[in-house]
């Protein structure tokens, strides 16, 4: 039988030092992380695997932008799945604003007077959402001006978008730049997809969901090894696993979420659930850590990351 290692902290340890203290530790949340991280390593490392990359919750609002761009630059993901609301604040840090740092439990209403809204203690200026209404109509315009006759798939418009926005360390530049897909299913539940509606009431703007199912199929029929690595869970989960379905489920799957299980939604359903559904294999490697992937994601990625790729 093994026994639990005390971890211990020294005054120069490193992440790498950290995950090896939980891996010797082996037990709850720390075996768990060290876990998730060596899968991460592994799938990271190996050529065979087409990792993707699901999004739900607010990563771009919650600091993670520079490391998933980092990651798609890298090519150590091959697809993106997002919920609207990244993708909006993608295109928001892009076009200059920030998010501010503010208070958990904060007088609402005066935010409200003074133009501001906030996600959690992450604070955002109304003064960025009337930017942005101007720019995607902008980019609309261009957009459709390039394809006048051609329905467009949202992961063609999203790398189209991209291909537009300069700023460094955009998660949709970096995309379009490496011809990573990135798709979102429930782009219209965002604030960009607002402005996608109402521009489709004004002027011709044709979106057919059916083109994301086929090259989404594409990404999945084409994978010798499919890893997935699912921050929160949400649609961008369901999505990635239900199209895993079309080569009998993943391979390899890492799940870092604060939902629980016991009320039977899928944000907290245990990735062994999917075994089930054929959305994961029976001899699959799978690793679920609950937590805010704000947290541990960053720490699991420094260790994760190929030596040969190393900042």
Known sequence: MKHVKQMKIRSNSRASDLIDMMRSSGVLGAGRVARAADLLSSIFSNPNYTVILSLAGPAVAGGLRDIISDLIARKLVNAVVSNGSNITHDILEALGFSHIRGQMHPDDVSLRGKGIGRVGDVYVSEDAFRSLETEAYRMLDHITAKNPQRSLGVYELLSEIGGMLKREKSI????????????????????????????????????????????????????????????????????????????????????????????????????????????????????????????????????????RQRA
Not at 201 to 218: P, S, V
Not at 272 to 287: F, G, H, M, T
């Open 172 to 307: 949709l530049n970096a995309a379009s730049t490496a011809s990573v897909p990135i798709f979102c299913p429930g782009v219209y539940d965002s604030m960009l997809g607002f402005h996608l509606w109402s521009y489709s009431r004004l002027k011709r703007l044709n979106l057919d969901f059916g083109r994301d199912m086929d090259r989404m199929a594409e990404v999945v029929y084409g994978a010798k090894m499919l890893g997935a690595v699912i921050l929160g869970g949400g649609m961008p989960k369901h999505f990635l696993l239900g199209a895993s379905m079309l080569r009998d489920g993943v391979d390899t799957a890492i799940q870092i979420t604060m939902d629980r299980p016991e009320t039977g939604s899928l944000s907290g359903a245990s990735l062994e659930e999917a075994i089930s559904w054929r959305k994961a294999k029976v001899n699959s490697r799978l690793v679920t850590v609950v937590a805010d992937f704000t947290t541990v994601f960053p720490l699991m990625v420094s260790y994760a990351l190929p030596k």
